[in-house]
Each structure stands twice: as structure tokens, then as C-alpha cells.
């Protein structure tokens, strides 16, 4: 494996979005070794709780992809007990204020400080990769997706958190706004070819990587592939010669 094979494997977020904890520990097997990232949802979580995030860990850092939007107290209790799973990084809304993300990212640092744990990164979503421009103009916000985006962004950085979730068209206009080692977490990557699914704001591994992502985002098109880790391989390979 190349250098710049082993680094794009370490940017990379595997999604175990699976229904049930053997198909989840089977893929991460698999998987094991070939990329950086496990991100775990709302679906595996809710099906089968915290006790497979940390078994998980124990294998590679977990993504724990939970979304956090309540009120400050509510999310600050969650973030602890998300810490307490092992994952590496959490996120919550940024739609839910400077408050609530000031609050998550507090209770994340003590509860790793009284774990005696390095503290998990805390990152925001902004606008969901779902959302197109039609939906978008359904909701409360004005301008177009990149550019709300832009501003939750501008907020998560103003609220101590290390970074977002975004799509690949936000990612420079993120790192102009908030510095080099803010987070950028981009779902929504389709390698070429692929079907968008109930994606609309979509990039390729490639123009992901360029545009600076820190971490890619990959769910359906390896863990529905007739072989998950030939496309996960065909994803690297792409990433390594942009």
C-alpha cells in the first residue's frame, strides 16, 4: 500500500448502517484495516444501543452519528453518555444555537477528563446533504443551502466546536471562514457512476478530497456493493490520485 493509499484509508468513514449488531460487527470485520472511520446512526444505535459502539471502538474509531438537537441540558447529558461509549467523534445540530453546542462541547471535555480519556472531537451538522434547493426554500432560512451552511458553520467555530458536517461544495468556503484544522466531515460521496439515492448534494471521492474534506462520509455504495471492499479499494484508489 502506498503512502497516499494509507492516507486516504485514514480519511475515510465507513457507515455501518445495518438494522442488527451481526451484520454490524461482520461488516466492521471486513472493513477492519480499510478505513479510518466506522460512523455509527440512528438506526444501529437506536436497534441495539451503546454497548455496540463500544465494542466497535475496541476495533476503530467510531463516528457516532447521533445528531443532537434539544435543549442545552438535555444534549450536555446525551454528549456525556456519548463519551462514555468510546466514540471518537460526536456531533450534534448546529440549528439548536451557540448555547446548546457551548454546553455539548463542555460536557464532552469533563466527562473525558473524568473518564482520564483523550476528550472526542465535537462537530456540528449544518445543512443535510438531502436537501436540495426546493426542500431547502421549504424551511426557515434564507439564501440557498451553501449559504446557510456557511453561517452554522461560522457559529459551531464560535461555539468551541472542532468542525461540521457539510457537503463537498461548502468545504473551502469553510476552511476560508473558520481556519485549517477546523473539522470538515462530508457525507454524500458517490463514486462515479453511483446511484445519488435520497442524496442531492453529492460529490466524488476525488473532488471531495480537492476541495479539502477532512473525512469522507461512504454508506450505500460499499455496504450495498456485490463487494463492498473492491469498492471501497476503487474509492482509495480515486482519493490517491487527486
Given at each position: 500500500m502506498t503512502p497516499r493509499e494509507t492516507a486516504a484509508r485514514d480519511r475515510i468513514g465507513v457507515a455501518l448502517?445495518?438494522?442488527?449488531?451481526?451484520?454490524?460487527?461482520?461488516f466492521a470485520a471486513r472493513m477492519k484495516g480499510r478505513c479510518g472511520w466506522f460512523k455509527i446512526g440512528l438506526e444501529l444505535f437506536v436497534a441495539e444501543g451503546p454497548a455496540l459502539v463500544s465494542e466497535i471502538a475496541r476495533s476503530g474509531k467510531v463516528f457516532l452519528d447521533l445528531k443532537l438537537h434539544d435543549i442545552p441540558n438535555t444534549v450536555a447529558a446525551a454528549a456525556r453518555?456519548?463519551?462514555?461509549?468510546?466514540?471518537?467523534?460526536?456531533?450534534v445540530h448546529a440549528s439548536g444555537g451557540r448555547e446548546m453546542m457551548v454546553a455539548a462541547r463542555a460536557a464532552v471535555a469533563e466527562e473525558a477528563a473524568r473518564l482520564g480519556r483523550e476528550r472526542p472531537a465535537v462537530i456540528?451538522?449544518?445543512?443535510?446533504?438531502?436537501?436540495?434547493?426546493e426542500a431547502f426554500a421549504e424551511l426557515p432560512f434564507s439564501?440557498?443551502?451553501?449559504a446557510a451552511a456557511l453561517r452554522l458553520s461560522q457559529l459551531a467555530a464560535a461555539s468551541g466546536l472542532d468542525g461540521v458536517v457539510c457537503s463537498a461544495a461548502e468545504v473551502a468556503a469553510v476552511r476560508a471562514a473558520c481556519g485549517p484544522a477546523f473539522l470538515t466531515v462530508v457525507p454524500g460521496i458517490r463514486p462515479r457512476g453511483s446511484e445519488a439515492g435520497d442524496q442531492?448534494?453529492?460529490?466524488?471521492?476525488?473532488?471531495?478530497?480537492?476541495?479539502?474534506?477532512?473525512?469522507?462520509?461512504v454508506g450505500r455504495p460499499v455496504t450495498r456493493a456485490a463487494d463492498p471492499v473492491?469498492?471501497?479499494?476503487?474509492?482509495?484508489?480515486?482519493?490517491?490520485?487527486?
Open positions: 448502517d445495518f438494522g442488527t449488531a451481526p451484520e454490524a460487527r461482520d453518555a456519548a463519551v462514555r461509549t468510546g466514540a471518537s467523534l460526536v456531533n456540528a451538522v449544518t445543512i443535510l446533504t438531502s436537501l436540495g434547493p439564501g440557498d443551502p451553501s442531492k448534494r453529492i460529490a466524488t471521492p476525488g473532488a471531495a478530497l480537492s476541495a479539502g474534506a477532512s473525512i469522507l462520509v473492491a469498492a471501497l479499494d476503487a474509492i482509495v484508489e480515486e482519493m490517491a490520485g487527486a
